[in-house]
């Protein structure tokens, strides 16, 4: 166990290795809104754009508290939406009405979901741009891939320097990701899908890194799901995209990574099982309890740790 500085983090990597980075962008998918009947204050946080024709979205309404169908909300004067049906677990389906691009009239009036602990005013710099990584690029997630935060330009430039290929893959986060494990037994929870694309230049990339001798180190859990699920049984890397629910957890055998850079994750959280899958538990706890120790933070903002 070593305890460094993540700008050191190459001195752990050599020449031939491919860092694979997620490189979504969270959307400002937070909408604040009145309910036209009673002018009553709305949240709406949009989830997943649902398949068909106009803008049906899974949302989360006033965080869980009950609105009825046919209620009609107005966010701005160019955007209404209506809750048209139920989701999944306490989830509301809105069909929004926007009058020009829906995405264009979001970015200007939505929000970044920030993690409650991160403390910031709505129109400060971290509320859209802040809370990104320096990969992000392809719109869609509704939480950072927080392990991508550890990284500046110019380490990125160090580390190509060295010879380190830098591979983009996109996983859209969800929520679905940080959900708590409420089973008794682990292998009874579910994941919510999640999309997923990678490109054929990435699986080439990782491909041709592996056959050379070179190492797979994945930046974060959501590049481990998208990677474990496009790897074949000889551990070959096939390009494609579509949506995945693996739900990694211990007796999963990996084949598509050599490496892991993660942060430090809460109990019960599918994210914490999958890095005691990937390195064992009482290893994980020791690295745990050493971080704690020596007053390192977590969560999204937190520190992180290289397991190879």
């Given at each position: 166990m070593i305890h460094t500085i993540f700008s050191h983090v190459g001195d752990f990597l050599q020449k031939g290795d491919v860092l694979v980075i997620n490189d979504t962008r969270v959307i400002p998918a937070r909408l604040c809104g009145h309910k036209e009947e009673t002018?009553?204050?709305v949240e709406v946080l949009l989830l997943k754009k649902l398949p068909?024709?106009?803008?049906?979205?899974?949302?989360?309404?006033?965080?869980?508290?009950?609105?009825k169908e046919g209620t009609k909300i107005r966010f701005a004067p160019d955007l209404e939406g209506?809750?048209?049906?139920n989701g999944t677990e306490g989830k509301k389906r809105i069909s929004f009405e926007a009058r020009g691009a829906f995405e264009t009239i979001i970015r200007r009036i939505g929000h970044v979901p920030l993690p409650p602990y991160i403390r910031g005013g709505e129109d400060e710099p971290l509320d859209k741009e802040g809370y990104q990584t320096i990969f992000a690029r392809h719109e869609g997630a509704v939480a950072a891939p927080t392990a991508g935060l550890h990284f500046t330009p110019e380490l990125?430039?160090?580390?190509?320097?060295?010879?380190?290929?830098?591979?983009?893959?996109?996983?859209?986060?969800?929520?679905?990701?940080?959900?708590?494990?409420r089973h008794e037994e682990v292998e009874e929870h579910r994941?919510?899908?999640?999309?997923?694309?990678?490109?054929?230049?990435?699986?080439?990339?990782?491909?041709?890194?592996?056959?050379?001798?070179?190492?797979?180190?994945?930046?974060?859990?959501?590049?481990?799901?998208?990677?474990?699920?496009?790897?074949?049984g000889r551990g070959g890397i096939h390009p494609g995209e579509g949506l995945t629910d693996?739900?990694?957890?211990?007796?999963?055998?990996?084949?598509?990574?050599?490496?892991?850079?993660?942060?430090?994750?809460?109990?019960?959280?599918?994210?914490l099982l999958l890095v005691f899958a990937f390195a064992g538990r009482d290893v994980i706890l020791?690295?745990?309890?050493?971080?704690?120790?020596?007053?390192?933070?977590?969560?999204?903002y937190?520190?992180?740790?290289?397991?190879?």
């Amino acid at each position: 166990m070593i305890h460094t500085i993540f700008s050191h983090v190459g001195d752990f990597l050599q020449k031939g290795d491919v860092l694979v980075i997620n490189d979504t962008r969270v959307i400002p998918a937070r909408l604040c809104g009145h309910k036209e009947e009673t002018r009553g204050r709305v949240e709406v946080l949009l989830l997943k754009k649902l398949p068909g024709a106009g803008e049906e979205w899974e949302c989360l309404v006033n965080r869980g508290k009950r609105v009825k169908e046919g209620t009609k909300i107005r966010f701005a004067p160019d955007l209404e939406g209506e809750v048209v049906g139920n989701g999944t677990e306490g989830k509301k389906r809105i069909s929004f009405e926007a009058r020009g691009a829906f995405e264009t009239i979001i970015r200007r009036i939505g929000h970044v979901p920030l993690p409650p602990y991160i403390r910031g005013g709505e129109d400060e710099p971290l509320d859209k741009e802040g809370y990104q990584t320096i990969f992000a690029r392809h719109e869609g997630a509704v939480a950072a891939p927080t392990a991508g935060l550890h990284f500046t330009p110019e380490l990125v430039r160090g580390l190509e320097e060295k010879g380190v290929a830098i591979v983009p893959l996109t996983l859209h986060v969800g929520l679905g990701s940080f959900q708590p494990i409420r089973h008794e037994e682990v292998e009874e929870h579910r994941l919510e899908p999640e999309f997923y694309k990678l490109p054929p230049a990435a699986a080439e990339a990782i491909n041709a890194a592996r056959a050379q001798g070179g190492r797979v180190c994945a930046v974060g859990t959501t590049v481990v799901r998208a990677l474990e699920t496009a790897v074949d049984g000889r551990g070959g890397i096939h390009p494609g995209e579509g949506l995945t629910d693996l739900y990694v957890y211990p007796g999963y055998r990996f084949k598509a990574i050599d490496a892991l850079i993660t942060n430090f994750h809460l109990p019960r959280s599918t994210l914490l099982l999958l890095v005691f899958a990937f390195a064992g538990r009482d290893v994980i706890l020791k690295a745990y309890q050493a971080a704690i120790a020596e007053g390192y933070g977590f969560y999204s903002y937190g520190d992180g740790m290289l397991i190879m």
